[in-house]
C-alpha cells in the first residue's frame, strides 16, 4: 500500500508557473507507475500525465502537452507536475495517484486503473 500526499497548489496569474510535488509512503515507490490528474467544478476528473515506474516513457493529455512536465524522483519518493504558461482553464483540483507495474516502461492514462489516490491540491488560475 501507499500513501500520497500532495503540495505545491495555490493562486496564481496566467501565464505563470507552479511546480507540484506528491510525496509516497512506503519503501516501494519505484514499483509504481505514476499519475497527475484534476477535476475542476462541475467536470469529471480528467487525465493531466502520467509516468512509468523507471520515469524512461511519459504522456500527457493534449491540453497540456508543452506546457506541463512529469518528472520523479525515486529516491526520496516523489513525484513532480512542473505547470508551465498556466492558463485559466487550469483551475482545479490536481491529484496524484499511483499503481504498482511490473513494466517498467508501462503508464496509465485512465483513473480508474489507479488503485492509490492523494487527497488532492488546489490550483486557481486568475486571468
Known amino acids: 500500500q501507499v500513501i500520497l500526499r500532495e503540495s505545491g497548489g495555490g493562486l496564481v496569474q496566467a501565464g505563470d508557473s507552479l511546480r507540484l510535488s506528491c510525496e509516497a509512503s512506503?519503501?516501494?515507490?519505484?514499483?509504481?507507475?505514476m499519475g497527475w490528474f484534476r477535476q475542476a467544478p462541475g467536470k469529471e476528473r480528467e487525465f493531466v500525465a502520467a509516468?512509468?515506474?523507471?520515469?524512461?516513457?511519459?504522456n500527457y493529455a493534449d491540453s497540456v502537452q508543452g506546457r506541463f512536465t512529469i518528472s520523479r524522483d525515486n529516491a526520496n519518493n516523489r513525484v513532480y507536475l512542473q505547470m508551465n504558461s498556466l492558463k485559466p482553464d487550469d483551475t482545479a483540483v490536481y491529484y496524484c495517484?499511483?499503481?504498482?507495474?511490473?513494466?517498467?516502461?508501462?503508464?496509465?492514462?485512465?483513473?480508474?486503473?489507479?488503485?492509490?489516490w492523494g487527497q488532492g491540491t488546489q490550483v486557481t488560475v486568475s486571468s
Open positions: 495517484a499511483a499503481q504498482m507495474s511490473y513494466a517498467s516502461s508501462l503508464y496509465y492514462n485512465r483513473w480508474s486503473e489507479y488503485d492509490y
Open positions: 509516468t512509468s515506474v523507471s520515469g524512461s516513457t511519459s
Open positions: 512506503g519503501r516501494t515507490f519505484s514499483s509504481y507507475a
